[in-house]
T-cell receptor, first 117, second 115 residues
Framework: AQTVTQSQPEMSVQEAETVTLSCTYDTSENNYYLFWYKQPPSRQMILVIRQEAYKQQNATENRFSVNFQKAAKSFSLKISDSQLGDTAMYFCAFPGLSGAGSYQLTFGKGTKLSVIP | EAGVTQFPSHSVIEKGQTVTLRCDPISGHDNLYWYRRVMGKEIKFLLHFVKESKQDESGMPNNRFLAERTGGTYSTLKVQPAELEDSGVYFC?????????????FGSGTRLTVV
């Protein structure tokens, strides 16, 4: 079974600064995907960034980038030039294949990020 | 395009009552998922529909939970009778494909409080 661990329940960052959210996972699969989701207060959860495990290049989406270390099973999210709108819960997630042939997302507990003006 | 819509956004019910949550996926998305986050814990998978069929319901906690997706469009999740431990946020998500690459689109969730 897959596990996903986010060791930082809460973090804060000054506006315009850079922050890194950590995530580690455990799986016996060799080829897989990893996701970071963002849920702003009282709003829907949205996909921030996706990483394919067989790609050595780290994924980047504008101010969001990941540091993917496959051997260490680490998948951290870096937010550059933090903005007030980045205040949200951030979830690391792993889509694992269940016995019923369905991909189920395994989530970490989340990191509550506050961007301070 | 419209996103995934969930009704109601909040629900407070007494223990023993029945509650029905609804999810309208993105039009054309055959795959619909229910997840739940109990306070202080991880978001957990409940079940997966492909059109109107249940592909995987391994995450359903017990037989007090009944999910349906008649006609392969919207889905309902009924809890009957509700217990205190059912409190949490129930998320619905949909996707066009069901592969690992699919970045599911989530709704805003229904916050259920059982008192």
């Amino acid at each position: 079974a897959q596990t996903v661990t986010q060791s930082q329940p809460e973090m804060s960052v000054q506006e315009a600064e850079t922050v890194t959210l950590s995530c580690t996972y455990d799986t016996s699969e060799n080829n897989y995907y990893l996701f970071w989701y963002k849920q702003p207060p009282s709003r829907q959860m949205i996909l921030v960034i996706r990483q394919e495990a067989y790609k050595q290049q780290n994924a980047t989406e504008n101010r969001f980038s990941v540091n993917f270390q496959k051997a260490a099973k680490s998948f951290s999210l870096k937010i550059s030039d933090s903005q007030l709108g980045d205040t949200a819960m951030y979830f690391c997630a792993f889509p694992g294949l269940s016995g019923a042939g369905s991909y189920q997302l395994t989530f970490g507990k989340g990191t509550k990020l506050s961007v301070i003006p | 395009e419209a996103g995934v819509t969930q009704f109601p956004s909040h629900s407070v019910i007494e223990k023993g009552q029945t509650v029905t949550l609804r999810c309208d996926p993105i039009s054309g998305h055959d795959n619909l998922y229910w997840y739940r986050r109990v306070m202080g814990k991880e978001i957990k998978f409940l079940l997966h529909f492909v059109k109107e069929s249940k592909q995987d319901e391994s995450g359903m906690p017990n037989n007090r939970f009944l999910a349906e997706r008649t006609g392969g469009t919207y889905s309902t999740l009924k809890v009957q009778p509700a217990e205190l431990e059912d409190s949490g946020v129930y998320f619905c998500a949909s996707s066009q494909s069901r592969g690992a690459r699919a970045g599911y689109t989530f709704g805003s969730g229904t916050r259920l409080t059982v008192v």
